[in-house]
């Protein structure tokens, strides 16, 4: 069973493009995680949500916790951002669950 | 600015070997984390560590498996029996307050090849 679900699994985008990733969860979440997995495998945290929004950079992430749903935005997107997003969620009882992940490839 | 570091980079091992692996956290964090990522598979936690103790784990760190913070500076998952499934990429992280509602740092990982 997958607790966080990403969506699209693949995704290229053209430079300059806006880029919209989508992650659904079914359990109850204490917090959502948003994640950067580059090419080499490195992970880097963006952004860590329980309400609201957040932005940074070229960076926004919305979460809605009635729907349980969160996106994650790239506006003017660059080749630079061609990486793997992940989704992850601590639910109430203090486990972590990961989404498959979103591939995205920028193409100048 | 400050990084999370692990070492080896790759470790190669026999089946039915035991292996550690070495993380050193960020020097002021208080929480510690170890994750796998299998070849083309999610990221999946293995184990959250505060105080000297394990606080949360999951269903993947059963008895094969066993952390501990054996000076002021490393943090170590230890693996036991090695099994050719444990080949992956395990990541070691590390957050001031619980990263459950915190940000992580994330090492560079390392990959565990079980031959």
């Known amino acids: 069973k997958n607790e966080v679900e990403q969506s699209p699994q693949n995704l290229t985008a053209q430079e300059g493009e806006f880029i919209t990733i989508n992650c659904s969860y079914s359990?109850?979440?204490?917090?959502l995680h948003w994640l950067q997995q580059h090419p080499g495998g490195g992970i880097v945290s963006l952004f860590m949500?329980?309400?609201g929004k957040k932005k940074h950079g070229r960076l926004i992430a919305t979460i809605n916790i009635q729907e349980k749903h969160s996106s994650l935005h790239i506006t003017a997107s660059h080749p630079r951002d061609s990486a793997v997003y992940i989704c992850?969620?601590?639910?109430?009882?203090?486990?972590?669950?990961f989404g498959t992940g979103t591939s995205l490839t920028v193409i100048p | 600015e400050p990084e999370v570091t692990q070492t080896p980079s790759h470790q190669v091992t026999q089946m039915g070997q035991e292996v550690i692996l070495r993380c050193v956290p960020i020097?002021?964090?208080?929480?510690f984390y170890w994750y796998r990522q299998i070849l083309g598979q999610k990221v999946e936690f293995l184990v959250s560590?505060?105080?000297?103790?394990?606080?949360?784990k999951s269903e993947i760190f059963d008895d094969q498996f066993s952390v501990e913070r054996p000076d002021g500076s490393n943090f170590t998952l230890k693996i036991r029996s090695t099994k050719l499934e444990d080949s992956a990429m395990y990541f070691c992280?590390?957050?001031?307050?619980?990263?459950?509602?915190?940000?992580?740092?994330f090492g560079p990982g390392t990959r565990l090849t079980v031959l």
């Open positions: 992280a590390s957050s001031k307050t619980s990263g459950f509602t915190d940000t992580q740092y």
């Open positions: 359990v109850g979440i204490s917090a």
């Open positions: 949500l329980s309400s």
């Open positions: 992850a969620v601590t639910d109430t009882g203090n486990q972590f669950y």
């Open positions: 020097s002021n964090h208080l929480y």
């Open positions: 560590f505060y105080n000297n103790e394990i606080s949360e």
